[in-house]
């Protein structure tokens, strides 16, 4: 039996294709303003990565922004739970889930059994989320590639005050006018975009093993800075961290249809 698992986020959607509890494909596309139709196409390109028709997939399940939109999906579980179960999947044991994104961050405390117990979001607000370093880049005129690795090279420690991304990209163009070396730039703003992150994981406890999941932790100076910003904590990343929560989804779908 083939199940699918969607991520319908802001920014992509992300599929995974499950068959008799094994992996068979994942893709990503970018989502469009009909949610439907953007699902949809992620489900078409992952049915293609595995080699089968769409028409073989016989059930769906649908998390994120835009799970509710979605008449094709037979099962909507929250962020929460499909990070969760996803998590447990990935990495049996872990304790403490967070999962940054274009526009939102998640922590969540697993049980040893991989049991949700406790769960935070950040405030609705790019600046502690994904978004918030890309529009930073820009403002730097790098690839966000670029922009990551180039704060692990950054000598100097220089808070960011602004807790907006606008106010922000103010504050960033400030500090080009005063020659500040881009990467300490670079590296202020993941220590600002991790200090709202920590300090909403802090809210549930912090757990040992910690995992990442989600964009951001494809940004390796997120990762430090997060770490750090976590008392120096180890914080793994996930494999395929950018599809924990359609993972998660199709686990779910799977284990229902089972």
Not at 20 to 42: C, I, M, N, P, W
Not at 147 to 161: C, D, E, K, R, V
Request: proline share 3%.
């Amino acid at each position: 039996m083939i199940v699918a698992g969607i991520d319908v986020g802001a920014k992509n959607v992300h599929a995974v294709l499950i068959q008799d509890g094994v992996v068979l494909a994942k893709a990503a596309v970018v989502s469009g303003f009909d949610q439907e139709e953007s699902a949809e196409r992620g489900l078409q390109e992952a049915a293609r990565v595995a080699g089968i028709d769409r028409s073989a997939i016989q059930a769906i399940a649908a998390t994120g922004a835009g799970r509710k939109a979605l008449a094709i999906a037979g099962q909507q579980p929250t962020e929460v739970l499909a990070d969760g179960r996803g998590a447990a999947k990935l990495r049996p044991g872990a304790r403490t889930v967070i999962d940054v994104g274009a526009d939102e961050a998640r922590a969540i405390r697993l049980s040893p059994e991989g049991k949700v117990l406790d769960f935070a979001i950040n405030e609705k607000c790019a600046a502690g989320a994904g978004a918030f370093v890309e529009a930073m880049s820009r403002a730097l005129d790098m690839s966000l590639g670029d922009f990551a690795t180039s704060s692990l090279g950054s000598t100097q420690s220089i808070p960011m005050n602004a807790q907006c991304t606008v106010f922000a990209e103010s504050e960033v163009v400030s500090l080009i006018h005063a020659n500040t070396p881009a990467a300490d730039i670079a590296r202020a703003v993941h220590d600002a975009m991790a200090s709202r992150v920590s300090a909403m994981v802090r809210r549930i406890g912090v757990d040992d093993p910690v995992v990442l999941g989600g964009g951001a932790a494809l940004n390796v100076g997120f990762v430090k800075s997060l770490s750090e910003a976590l008392g120096g904590v180890n914080v793994e990343v996930l494999p395929d961290a950018e599809y924990l929560g359609a993972l998660g989804a199709a686990l779910i779908a799977w284990e229902s249809a089972s």
